[in-house]
Each structure stands twice: as structure tokens, then as C-alpha cells.
């Protein structure tokens, strides 16, 4: 019992250090980082100093409106699950050369992010940036309501068929059906239509938006 304070004191002290380490030293490294611009300029002032550049956008850009609410929609499917959302720098991977992004990811990249969907596994390829790819709303909701119907049949994604209603045509197609090909499996009998629902719209919306095209001071975009 006589050693129970010094026993105390080690205990304290172990922890006060991992939490200093852990995350104190992060925040001090991260929680400064605010929106910039591509690239920083010297100050007028200073010139050894570098300052963001007057009047240009300043990066990243939080997705508003119905993009925002297809984030939610992209959390409550589990998308992340098989879906990561970060590029790794060319020397650790091939993430770049696949094109799932033209750059890495850093910690700015996701500062305005409520909840970060970094991911944990790759069952399916990285989506950061899936908006800058040569895919348009038609591919995304044919994707999502039959991944075969866009992957030659093989993909392993399961199918969310149940955010698309089927339903008879009246009148004139709606604008908004889905496209299938005249000899398609997948398309549905003669005289119905397959329509996405608002929460198909946003998850689509989401999607297109995940565009990593900006640089930031810190992971440039090569050209």
C-alpha cells in the first residue's frame, strides 16, 4: 500500500503523455487547417511569408442541398462499408495510375466534413472522386439499380432496386426513367417504366459531386 501513490502518479503520467501525444499533437497539427487557395503567393509585406492568393476560390468545397442530403442517404446504405474515400500517394499504391484520383488526399481535404467516410476496405474502387470521371447520372442510377446491368454482369455489388419504383406507364414516359437497352434482361415489361426515388436522386447527386479536382498547396495535381 505504501507504493500506491508512486503506483498512482506512473498511472497518470502514462496517460497525461499518450493523450499529449495522441491528441493534443494531432489537434495542434490539424485543427488550424482552414479552406485556401490552389496555391499560396508571398505577402506584400513579407515575402518570405506565403499567403493565400487575393480573389481566387478558395478549397474544398462543402456539397450543399441535395448533394448533402445524398450523403446521408450514401451513410445509411452502408456504402462505406466496401467504398473508401482517400487516395494514396503514388509510391504506396497504384490508387493514381487506376484513376480513382489525380492527386492524394490530405487532412485538408476533409476538414468540412461532418463525418469523414475514409472507409476501411476496398471491396469495390475508392469513390472520392467518382464525380470526375466520364460517368453521368444515367450510369449511376442504372449502377445502383442493377450493378450487372453496367459490369458485364460480374459485379459483386448488391442491388438497390428498392430506391426505384416500377410503375405503369401513363401518358408519356416520365423524363426521369431509367434508359435501358432495347434487348436489356434487366428493363421492365412493356408498358412500365423504372423511375429513382428523391432518395436515389440525392445518392446520385452525392455522387457526382465527389470530385477531387483542385489542388491545394500541400498535394498538387501533376500535369
Not at 502518479?9 to 495522441?22: R, V
Not at 475514409?118 to 445502383?144: E, Q, S
Not at 438497390?160 to 401518358?171: N, P
Not at 434508359?179 to 445518392?203: C, I, K
Amino acid at each position: 500500500m505504501k507504493n500506491l501513490p508512486l503506483l498512482f502518479c506512473g498511472i497518470f503520467f502514462a496517460l497525461a503523455f499518450s493523450f499529449t501525444g495522441l491528441i493534443l499533437t494531432s489537434n495542434i497539427q490539424l485543427g488550424s487547417l482552414t479552406q485556401t487557395t490552389e496555391m499560396l503567393v508571398p505577402s506584400d509585406a513579407d515575402p518570405s511569408i506565403m499567403v493565400m492568393a487575393e480573389g481566387e476560390p478558395l478549397f474544398p468545397t462543402k456539397p450543399v442541398g441535395l448533394a448533402q442530403q445524398g450523403k446521408e442517404v450514401y451513410i445509411s446504405m452502408g456504402c462505406m462499408y466496401c467504398h473508401s474515400q482517400q487516395v494514396r500517394r503514388a509510391d504506396f499504391g497504384a490508387d493514381i495510375d487506376r484513376g480513382w484520383g489525380p492527386r492524394q488526399t490530405v487532412a485538408r481535404d476533409y476538414i468540412l466534413q461532418e463525418r469523414v467516410l475514409l472507409g476501411t476496405m476496398r471491396t469495390g474502387p475508392d469513390l472520392v472522386h467518382v464525380g470526375g470521371r466520364p460517368l453521368n447520372a444515367d450510369w449511376h442510377h442504372l449502377h445502383l439499380y442493377n450493378p450487372k446491368i453496367t459490369s458485364g454482369g460480374v459485379s459483386t455489388m448488391p442491388q438497390y432496386a428498392f430506391l426505384y419504383e416500377t410503375r405503369a406507364i401513363e401518358g408519356t414516359a416520365s423524363v426521369h426513367a431509367l434508359q435501358f437497352e432495347a434487348d436489356s434482361n434487366y428493363a421492365p415489361a412493356a408498358g412500365y417504366e423504372v423511375v429513382p426515388t428523391d432518395r436515389a436522386e440525392a445518392l446520385v447527386e452525392y455522387l457526382l459531386s465527389l470530385q477531387l479536382n483542385y489542388s491545394l498547396p500541400e498535394a498538387q495535381i501533376s500535369e
